[in-house]
């Protein structure tokens, strides 16, 4: 009996990050290294393009925001982005009741703006 009970506690707990890519610009760019992508808190001084938007999402308890992060500048890097804007972290929580209690449920989301430099 322990064992059922286990499994679908774990379910819940399990999970991955997803991402979502809106390309905004219709140009295929080669990939670069992720290490190469610049990682911005707020738009830069310089001229810009914005050539995609990604959000990442996350309903796994044990992935964090720096997953997410990690996940948008891999993006970005498949799409040839020099840079991303990230946007704010948003936390979405939601109580779930099972048979044998009840399990909190965070969803976490990040957003960002896949650029090119001018």
Do not use: H
């Not at 322990?2 to 990050?17: D, I, M, S």
């Not at 992060?69 to 993006?75: G, H, K, N, T, Y």
């Not at 799409?79 to 449920?105: D, K, M």
Request: proline residues 7%; glycine residues 6%.
């Amino acid at each position: 009996m322990r064992r059922v009970l286990f499994v679908p506690l774990w379910v819940v707990a399990a999970g991955c990050v997803t991402s979502q890519v809106q390309r905004v610009d219709p140009d295929v760019r080669p990939a670069r290294a992720p290490e190469l992508v610049v990682v911005l808190e707020e738009p830069p001084d310089q001229p810009y393009a914005v050539i995609a938007r990604i959000e990442s999402q996350t309903n796994a308890v044990f992935e964090s925001f720096d997953d997410l992060r990690a996940e948008l500048i891999e993006q970005t890097a498949r799409l040839g982005g020099q840079a991303v804007i990230v946007g704010p972290e948003t936390r979405e929580s939601e109580l779930i009741v099972l048979a044998t209690g009840t399990v909190t449920s965070e969803k976490k989301r990040l957003t960002g703006e896949v650029i090119v430099f001018r």
